[in-house]
């Protein structure tokens, strides 16, 4: 069992950065691929970006690719999403997601979640 708690959401103006984090519980979160995912209202939840046990591997959506960062630090139980040059369609509630072993690109693939933190960004 992984809890995940979200933070670090918020309101920012186009072209600025945030940094959100994911604080799991458990002391296996080495061995759990992390992704990050966002839904908008009346949109389905998409894929912003996943990175491996390891953080060895990582992947990002085409739409977030050179401005969000995936990173990990497995020693603080802790997952990271640096998103930079922020656009006002990249407004959603981002949640953070863990599965077993390998990174997965599809929501359905991932057996936890957060309860996720809102990100608006203004025009």
């Known amino acids: 069992q992984v809890q995940l708690v979200e933070s670090g959401g918020g309101l920012v103006q186009a072209g600025g950065s945030l940094r959100l984090s994911c604080a799991a519980s458990?002391?296996?979160?080495?061995?759990?691929?992390m992704g990050w995912f966002r839904q908008a209202p009346g949109k389905e939840r998409e894929f912003v970006a996943a990175i491996s046990g390891s953080g060895g591997e990582t992947r990002a959506a085409d739409s977030v690719k050179g401005r969000f960062t995936i990173s990990r630090d497995n020693a603080k139980n802790t997952l990271y999403l640096q998103m930079n040059s922020l656009k006002p369609e990249d407004t959603a509630n981002y949640y953070c997601?863990?599965?077993?072993?390998?990174?997965?690109?599809?929501?359905?693939?991932?057996?936890?979640w957060g309860q996720g933190t809102q990100v608006t960004v203004s025009s």
């Open positions: 458990g002391r296996t979160f080495s061995s759990y691929a």
């Open positions: 997601a863990a599965r077993p072993r390998f990174i997965r690109v599809v929501a359905a693939d991932y057996n936890y």
